[in-house]
């Protein structure tokens, strides 16, 4: 079980379906879901504010990117601030910044949306041996 997980993403109807999958699934403890990437990081910043196990991130967003978000969270809470990161696609990414994305170590995925019960499996079923650790 993912005790810990965040959603990033600035659709509204996204956050909408990723917590209706998120609720009928017993592999998700709990979640907190931010529609701005600095807001996710202003509480990611916060030292009482637990590392989350897993974040899934949106790439395209206004102001602040994924991409853009990978990099001020690595810089600023290096790169143990997430046991995993899967990013969430909508549409195929240019062959540069997936290979840019791809290389942050805490990168563990791209999932297509919308989030399914099988994603879920699947990311609780890795990150079984990240917590074991």
């Known amino acids: 079980m993912i005790n810990n997980m965040l959603l990033i993403d600035d659709d ?3 956050q909408l379906s990723y917590r209706r999958t998120l609720a ?3 592999l998700i403890g709990g979640y907190l879901g931010f529609r701005c ?6 509480h990611l910043r916060d030292p009482n504010t ?10 395209n967003m206004p102001r602040m990117s ?5 990099d001020t969270a690595t810089l600023e809470l290096g790169p143990e601030f997430v046991g995993a990161i899967y990013i ?4 195929p990414l240019d062959t540069e910044l997936h290979d ?12 297509p949306k919308p989030l399914t019960p099988d ?3 699947e990311i609780a079923s890795a990150a079984l041996p990240h917590r074991a650790a």
């Open 88 to 91: 969430m696609l909508t549409l």
């Open 119 to 121: 994603h879920l499996q």
């Open 100 to 111: 840019r994305i791809a290389a942050f170590d805490t990168v563990k995925a791209f999932l």
């Open 66 to 70: 994924g991409l853009e978000f990978l």
């Open 24 to 26: 009928r699934s017993a």
């Open 50 to 59: 637990p590392n989350p196990d897993v974040i899934l991130l949106d790439v």
């Open 37 to 42: 990437p600095g807001r996710a990081l202003d």
């Open 12 to 14: 509204e109807v996204d």
